[in-house]
């Protein structure tokens, strides 16, 4: 695959946050153009070049061989709401169309749980509040705040990723009456076909570009034996449709895809009528990505040599990895 594809002519682009999300600013990657279409290459930053080559091989996936044929034509997606304070997360909530929210929790707990009582006064008593922990919690922590969470949700869907490691999770999982899902305990796994999902969560949330592909995080969903959620990272319109044609894929589990992502970019790499907005709390599943519009990528380029450089070096060495 790797011959049919001029990685030295990959577009870098920089395009800056609304909210900051993790601490990062600014959403940056690179646009990989194959034979029959675009991809995107957007590692989070710290990605080894082992890890960067499965992003990679997701980004050339569609413009080589293709995506899988969709089961449906569209997905419920669910708005990602920053650790932003409450006004502002009700406000992005609000301006979504979404019936779903993924609420990052980050910073104290007096704050997350005043960000989680804003969200649910703006989606009203029957939308869907999921909390991102991202790991950040040893077991004791997680057992005592996941109640809090909860009701100042007003009823959580899931808490996601409440600890680092699966083992941990499991305990969590067995000492609180909440349903507990894991990413990075996927994403981050030697061999995630062979983790015992059902043994340690209820919810397996799904990030193609982590995991290698569609192709391949279809094969994790199969053996998963829990409910399975796709999730998206940092990107514009043309990673979040790598996402999309995972869940288009998946059989509706009755859980929103956490696809809502264009909406906290100051910009997009294609045009307004491609951008990926939600319509209705909804997200189109198309068999190709969006093409780049070009006064776009001129509007959103590197921010100095210094940042294209360290994604060409990126690129070159993840390519020793597809």
């Keep these: 695959m790797k011959t049919w594809i001029d990685f030295d002519a990959a577009p870098v682009f920089a395009i ?39 992003y990679l091989t997701a980004a050339i996936e569609v413009g080589t061989v293709g995506w899988p044929d969709p089961r449906r034509g569209r997905v419920p997606v669910a708005v990602s709401v920053p650790a932003v304070d409450p006004e502002r997360a009700a406000t992005i ?74 083992e941990d999770v499991a305990v969590v999982r ?3 009456g909440v349903r507990i899902a894991v990413d990075q305990s996927i994403t981050e796994a030697a061999e995630p076909l062979r983790l015992p999902l059902a043994e340690s969560a209820d919810v397996a949330v799904l990030s193609v570009g982590a995991l290698g592909g569609v192709r391949r995080a279809l094969r994790v969903a199969e053996s998963a034996a829990v409910p399975c959620v796709v999730a998206g990272e940092l990107g514009s319109s043309i990673g979040i449709a790598v996402g999309l044609a995972l869940a288009g894929v998946l059989p509706d589990t009755g859980f929103a895809a956490t696809l809502g992502g264009a909406r906290l970019l100051a910009g997009d790499v294609v045009s307004d009528a491609r951008s990926l907005i939600p319509v209705d709390g909804h997200l189109p599943v198309a068999p190709m990505p969006p093409g780049p519009d070009p006064a776009r990528l001129r509007q959103f380029p590197p921010t100095g040599a210094a940042m294209e450089a360290r994604w060409r070096a990126l690129l070159t060495a993840a390519q020793a990895f597809i």
Aim: net charge negative.
């Design 93 to 166: 909530v609000a301006d979504s169309g979404c019936r779903t929210a993924a609420v990052r929790v980050d910073g104290p707990l007096s704050d997350v749980l005043a960000r989680l009582e804003a969200v649910r006064d703006a989606l009203g008593p029957y939308g869907a509040i999921r909390c991102d922990v991202n790991g950040q919690w040893d077991i004791e922590t997680a057992v005592s705040a996941i109640p809090a969470l909860d009701r100042a949700a007003g009823g959580a869907e899931f808490v996601e990723q409440p600890c680092r490691t699966l």
């Design 174 to 176: 067995r000492r609180v």
């Design 16 to 54: 800056p946050l609304i909210d900051a999300v993790g601490g990062r600013t600014v959403c940056e990657g690179m646009l990989i153009e194959g034979p029959q279409g675009w991809g995107e290459f957007s590692p989070p930053p710290g990605c080894d070049a082992r890890s960067a080559g499965r």
